[in-house]
Nanobody
């Protein structure tokens, strides 16, 4: 449906920072109502990390509150995840997620390809 391109993962020491970015391909949708980040660690279920909706409200997983910040640039169709004070337990594949409407008036939900974040202790 809508292609999402992620970037910004990598290897970092505990206490370090990374910023993830995710951009939706322009021209393929009419509107984006929600943007979010999920993560999946080996052997675990995919979980919500942070999410923001078009009205501006945001939610965070308890485990990342005070350390991670989600933001969006509507002009660039991009969502960011600033991750500070990273911990070993933050190690996972991070996926961005967007929901919105297509020009055909159908709804869409799209996922990025995933980017690996590895935090060494």
């Amino acid at each position: 449906q809508v292609h999402l391109a992620e970037s910004g993962g990598g290897l970092v020491q505990a206490g370090g920072s990374l910023r993830l970015s995710c951009t939706a391909a322009s021209g393929s949708f009419f509107s984006i109502s929600a943007m979010g980040w999920f993560r999946q660690a080996p052997g675990k279920e995919r979980e919500l990390v942070a999410r923001t909706v078009s009205g501006g409200s945001t939610i965070y997983a308890d485990s990342v509150k005070g350390r991670f910040t989600i933001s969006r640039d509507n002009a660039k169709n991009t969502v960011y995840l600033q991750m500070n004070n990273l911990k070993a337990e933050d190690t996972a594949v991070y996926y961005c997620n967007m929901q919105g409407g297509l020009s055909s008036l159908a709804d869409f939900t799209s996922w990025g390809q995933g980017t690996q974040v590895t935090v060494s202790s």
